[in-house]
Nanobody, 124 residues
Framework: QVQLAESGGGLVQAGGSLRLSCVASGTIYANDFISWFRQGPGKEREFVAAINWRRAKTWYTDSEKGRFTISRDAAENTVYLRMSNLKVEDTAVYYC?????????????????WGQGTQVTVSS
């Protein structure tokens, strides 16, 4: 069993930055992926970024590439999402999730464990 706990959300002005953290308790295996998703008001949950635990290879959607950076600290069992140049449309609840699939998958249904989410609100 793995439990995930996000933190770091808050209210920020457009153009600002935030760093989200996702602390995992339990065993993370080398081929696991940890991803960030977000769900805005009235929207479906969408993939934001992912990292492979062993190789630290990363994936992003095109709209976040260059603004968001995902990283991990294996010693602390923590994954970070550094978000910069935030836009109003980045407002959402951000979730981290763990997948035990052998391959990266952007579908929420492929993820086995989820955190409770952290709210990010970007004001204009």
């Amino acid at each position: 069993q793995v439990q995930l706990a996000e933190s770091g959300g808050g209210l920020v002005q457009a153009g600002g930055s935030l760093r989200l953290s996702c602390v995992a308790s339990g065993t993370i295996y080398a081929n696991d992926f940890i991803s960030w998703f977000r769900q805005g008001p009235g929207k479906e949950r969408e993939f934001v970024a992912a990292i492979n635990w062993r190789r630290a290879k990363t994936w992003y959607t095109d709209s976040e590439k260059g603004r968001f950076t995902i990283s991990r600290d294996a010693a602390e069992n923590t994954v970070y999402l550094r978000m910069s140049n935030l836009k109003v449309e980045d407002t959402a609840v951000y979730y981290c999730a763990l997948s035990k699939s052998a391959y990266i998958d952007y579908r929420p249904t492929s993820y086995n464990y989820w955190g409770q989410g952290t709210q990010v609100t970007v004001s204009s």
